[in-house]
């Protein structure tokens, strides 16, 4: 039995670097990237970023045109990026994850055609407004 009480694993969670948590900027690639650790991302990938004639951005990534679009936060939330330092060796391990960064958009990537609010990503960030209104009280 874990530590929480219950009949399986804890996740831990150290907020206490948010206070000074970075700013950071984020890109959502439609790819798997099979690599950990740091990207000199300033360095290679946002110079060649362009204005696309749909009103988005464009760039080619490995020979693959992607097309973005800057997608923000849902007003009230914030964006945090976790690390965790230590990876289990079994589902039944405890984790613990700490805050690396901070976000208030991120810029998200699609494979030729544009991002469109039909995207599941973007969908999904409109259920706390959906939220709010259903938890609001009724006159």
């Given at each position: 039995?874990?530590?929480?009480?219950?009949?399986?694993?804890?996740?831990?969670?150290?907020?206490?670097?948010?206070?000074?948590?970075?700013?950071?900027?984020?890109?959502?690639?439609?790819?798997?990237?099979?690599?950990?650790?740091?990207?000199?991302?300033?360095?290679?990938?946002?110079?060649?970023?362009?204005?696309?004639?749909?009103?988005?951005?464009e760039v080619s990534f490995r020979g693959r045109r992607l097309q973005g679009q800057e997608v923000a936060v849902p007003e009230g939330y914030m964006g945090i990026v976790l690390k965790e330092?230590?990876?289990?060796?079994?589902?039944?391990?405890?984790?613990?994850?700490?805050?690396?960064?901070?976000?208030?958009?991120?810029?998200?990537?699609?494979?030729?055609?544009?991002?469109?609010?039909?995207?599941?990503?973007?969908?999904?960030?409109?259920?706390?407004?959906?939220?709010?209104?259903?938890?609001?009280?009724?006159?």
């Amino acid at each position: 039995m874990s530590e929480s009480g219950g009949a399986g694993p804890c996740i831990r969670l150290d907020a206490g670097g948010l206070p000074c948590a970075p700013q950071e900027t984020l890109f959502l690639l439609p790819c798997i990237i099979q690599r950990q650790g740091a990207a000199r991302v300033q360095q290679f990938f946002t110079p060649a970023v362009r204005d696309s004639p749909s009103g988005g951005k464009e760039v080619s990534f490995r020979g693959r045109r992607l097309q973005g679009q800057e997608v923000a936060v849902p007003e009230g939330y914030m964006g945090i990026v976790l690390k965790e330092d230590h990876k289990p060796c079994s589902e039944e391990e405890d984790r613990s994850l700490t805050v690396r960064a901070t976000f208030q958009s991120f810029m998200q990537w699609n494979l030729e055609t544009p991002p469109s609010a039909d995207d599941v990503l973007v969908m999904s960030l409109q259920w706390p407004i959906i939220a709010s209104a259903i938890h609001a009280p009724v006159d």
